[in-house]
């Protein structure tokens, strides 16, 4: 079953999609017109860069340094914003350490003054677990792993592995790994994230097995973090009543808690199980419709989303709202070249994704000035631009090494706030999970369309993974992460997949909050029982108040715990989790108000 883009739905606009592409470039004033929040979010031209250093003793400083800080440690004021620019922090003291025993005077130093330490990445984040909006005023310094923590060195051999320093991108990770003939079966678009950053949240990608699919060694099909075979933290040592550096085994049933640690812990290096690199073939296709990609089980066909994971166990669905049809991606182990594929020998092969046409743009600055009514243009038209780009630049069937068809995107790419859930489920369940999704995101959109309200404008991002299984490390006794989202249930071996739901808006559109906070409480509700069980994404967003993410109370602090209590074994759950946790910083250095709250 093969599917190619369809020449006469995207020749039509190909040529005024490059057109735009010209307009773009010369004119890089054009978005002047978004304005406010949804300007920030919209950036889509260049990255965002923080404002340049102010030193210690600096004039244009405008807070109070930090006291008496480390010789040999610089620190500078700097601006923060996370990736959506819905967080943004102007007067935050960072400091860039040369090495882990630099981080442990930090740590130290940051007991002694009452400060708190925030492990920084390149931010590729949404929710406040780096830190909260009244960071700049809470005696915080940010610890800026990706100037100097960055060594990398793989092992070779019948186990090979990889061991890395906290800021290591993504990027220089798989890159390295490639150059030594390993790869990761799945891993996230963005290669703009830190390893440090990847562990903390138990970041993933896209992949189950594919029918027939014998897993290789050395790879997961989980997340990233059950890769881990010992980490490096800095913890505390009652015994001399110092921070130090303290290295876990994956057999040590204390390394759990810190395989996910959600920023509660400061892990400066790891040591992760690799396996040989495969080649990939990543087709991509906008001919079928969203009804039969997410058809109910009964009459679910070929082209069903669960037939796609069958065939090759690695799929991503793209759905923009108001349209018909869904940018499928569907990933195949190939060793050699299929006839029809483009050889690519770097990553990041949709150039079409990294901007907004002006005419989007201006739609986009329309909807956010208060016409949302243009919401299904804006979006008919993200869809054209995808399925022109796809033709324009011959995305549409690709070939080469791992990381070059599954990293995708850059940090220029258009900035939107997102949700995220795992639903923990059986295989044979999983067309009914997205069907009942797609069913009900179809009506509630509908439902606010007939009352002129447009909350949603970005897509819908639908992904299978495997769960974790730490016999994957190939090491006997490795233990499960505590934290991780992956996490299977004893008293449900029959569940074997999570289904992973994304949905996308400009931030700040109105009415999104609302529909967040309806659809979370109807995902909450619906996938449970003996049919499944979700689980909140740490990165994105969850805990909707109906005006903000991260902000209901029994979500934060009753649902989302128990969600790490229910079937898991008592001594390895949330409670002893968030215990050990308390243990190897019970000065809370490593921590924020944001995570008091949901930590306890």
């Given at each position: 079953?093969?599917?190619?883009?369809?020449?006469?739905?995207?020749?039509?606009?190909?040529?005024?999609?490059?057109?735009?592409?010209?307009?773009?470039?010369?004119?890089?004033?054009?978005?002047?017109?978004?304005?406010?929040?949804?300007?920030?979010?919209?950036?889509?031209?260049?990255?965002?860069?923080?404002?340049?250093?102010?030193?210690?003793?600096?004039?244009?400083?405008?807070?109070?340094?930090?006291?008496?800080?480390?010789?040999?440690?610089?620190?500078?004021?700097?601006?923060?914003?996370?990736?959506?620019?819905?967080?943004?922090?102007?007067?935050?003291?960072?400091?860039?350490?040369?090495?882990?025993?630099?981080?442990?005077?930090?740590?130290?130093?940051?007991?002694?003054?009452?400060?708190?330490?925030?492990?920084?990445?390149?931010?590729?984040?949404?929710?406040?677990?780096?830190?909260?909006?009244?960071?700049?005023?809470?005696?915080?310094?940010?610890?800026?792993?990706?100037?100097?923590?960055?060594?990398?060195?793989?092992?070779?051999?019948?186990t090979p592995s990889v061991t890395a320093q906290a800021g290591v991108s993504m990027d220089v990770l798989l890159a390295t790994l490639e150059a030594s003939g390993y790869g990761l079966t799945a891993v996230p678009a963005p290669g703009d994230i830190t390893l440090g950053g990847v562990l903390a949240i138990d970041a993933h990608g896209t992949a189950v097995?594919?029918?027939?699919?014998?897993?290789?060694?050395?790879?997961?099909?989980?997340?990233?973090?059950?890769?881990?075979?010992?980490?490096?933290?800095?913890?505390?040592?009652?015994?001399?009543?110092?921070?130090?550096?303290?290295?876990?085994?994956?057999?040590?049933?204390?390394?759990?808690?810190?395989?996910?640690?959600?920023?509660?812990?400061f892990v400066v290096e790891a040591t992760l199980r690799v396996g040989q690199n495969q080649r990939l073939r990543c087709q991509s296709w906008m001919t079928v419709s969203a009804d039969d990609i997410f058809a109910p089980p009964a009459t679910a066909g070929a082209n069903s989303f669960a037939s796609y994971v069958n065939q090759s166990g690695r799929v991503?669905?793209?759905?923009?709202?108001?349209?018909?049809?869904?940018?499928?991606?569907?990933?195949?182990?190939?060793?050699?070249?299929?006839?029809?594929?483009?050889?690519?020998?770097?990553?990041?092969?949709?150039?079409?994704?990294?901007?907004?046409?002006?005419?989007?743009?201006?739609?986009?600055?329309?909807?956010?000035?208060?016409?949302?009514?243009?919401?299904?243009?804006?979006?008919?038209?993200?869809?054209?631009?995808?399925?022109?780009?796809?033709?324009?630049?011959?995305?549409?069937?690709?070939?080469?090494?791992?990381?070059?068809?599954?990293?995708?995107?850059?940090?220029?790419?258009?900035?939107?706030?997102?949700?995220?859930?795992?639903?923990?489920?059986?295989?044979?369940?999983?067309?009914?999970?997205?069907?009942?999704?797609?069913?009900?995101?179809?009506?509630?959109?509908?439902?606010?369309?007939?009352?002129?309200?447009?909350?949603?404008?970005?897509?819908?991002?639908?992904?299978?993974?495997?769960?974790?299984?730490?016999?994957?490390?190939?090491?006997?006794?490795?233990?499960?992460?505590?934290?991780?989202?992956?996490?299977?249930?004893?008293?449900?071996?029959?569940?074997?997949?999570?289904?992973?739901?994304?949905?996308?808006?400009?931030?700040?559109?109105?009415?999104?909050?609302?529909?967040?906070?309806?659809?979370?409480?109807?995902?909450?509700?619906?996938?449970?029982?003996?049919?499944?069980?979700?689980?909140?994404?740490?990165?994105?967003?969850?805990?909707?108040?109906?005006?903000?993410?991260?902000?209901?109370?029994?979500?934060?602090?009753?649902?989302?715990?128990?969600?790490?209590?229910?079937?898991?074994?008592?001594?390895?759950?949330?409670?002893?989790?968030?215990?050990?946790?308390?243990?190897?910083?019970?000065?809370?250095?490593?921590?924020?108000?944001?995570?008091?709250?949901?930590?306890t």
């Open positions: 079953m093969t599917h190619t883009a369809d020449p006469s739905e995207a020749t039509a606009t190909s040529e005024a999609t490059a057109a735009s592409e010209a307009t773009d470039a010369s004119d890089p004033g054009r978005r002047a017109v978004l304005g406010g929040l949804a300007a920030a979010a919209a950036l889509t031209a260049a990255q965002w860069t923080p404002l340049s250093r102010i030193p210690v003793g600096g004039a244009e400083a405008t807070v109070p340094p930090p006291p008496g800080p480390p010789p040999g440690i610089a620190i500078y004021q700097q601006s923060y914003r996370n990736w959506s620019g819905e967080l943004r922090v102007d007067d935050l003291w960072t400091c860039a350490p040369a090495t882990p025993a630099d981080v442990v005077i930090l740590a130290n130093w940051a007991k002694a003054h009452g400060w708190t330490l925030r492990a920084k990445g390149h931010s590729h984040n949404w929710s406040p677990i780096l830190v909260t909006a009244d960071a700049g005023s809470a005696d915080t310094l940010l610890v800026d792993t990706t100037q100097n923590l960055t060594s990398i060195a793989v092992q070779t051999g019948a097995p594919a029918a027939g699919e014998t897993r290789p060694y050395g790879h997961t099909y989980g997340s990233i973090s059950n890769l881990v075979l010992s980490l490096t933290a800095v913890v505390w040592d009652a015994p001399t009543a110092q921070y130090k550096l303290r290295t876990f085994q994956r057999t040590d049933p204390a390394i759990a808690p810190l395989l996910a640690s959600l920023g509660r812990g991503e669905v793209i759905w923009f709202p108001f349209t018909d049809n869904p940018w499928v991606k569907l990933w195949t182990v190939a060793p050699t070249k299929p006839p029809l594929s483009r050889q690519v020998t770097a990553p990041y092969n949709y150039p079409f994704s990294d901007f907004l046409p002006t005419e989007a743009a201006d739609l986009l600055g329309q909807i956010i000035a208060g016409n949302s009514g243009l919401t299904p243009a804006f979006c008919n038209l993200q869809g054209a631009t995808s399925s022109a780009g796809l033709l324009a630049t011959l995305s549409w069937d690709l070939w080469g090494w791992s990381k070059n068809t599954m990293l995708y995107i850059r940090p220029t790419t258009f900035r939107v706030t997102a949700n995220g859930y795992a639903i923990l489920t059986k295989r044979a369940d999983i067309q009914r999970v997205v069907s009942e999704f797609h069913a009900y995101y179809k009506g509630a959109l509908a439902s606010y369309q007939a009352q002129g309200r447009f909350p949603m404008n970005g897509p819908l991002e639908v992904r299978v993974t495997g769960l974790d299984d730490p016999g994957h490390t190939g090491v006997a006794g490795a233990v499960h992460p505590t934290l991780s989202a992956l996490r299977t249930r004893p008293d449900h071996p029959e569940w074997d997949v999570a289904v992973w739901l994304d949905i996308l808006t400009t931030p700040g559109t109105p009415y999104s909050g609302q529909f967040y906070r309806e659809t979370e409480q109807w995902v909450l509700a619906n996938y449970s029982g003996s049919y499944a069980q979700v689980r909140v994404e740490w990165s994105k967003g969850w805990g909707y108040s109906g005006t903000a993410a991260w902000s209901d109370p029994t979500t934060v602090g009753t649902t989302v715990p128990d969600s790490f209590r229910s079937g898991l074994p008592a001594g390895n759950n949330w409670d002893t989790g968030v215990a050990a946790l308390d243990a190897y910083d019970p000065h809370r250095v490593f921590t924020n108000p944001f995570l008091d709250t949901l930590l």
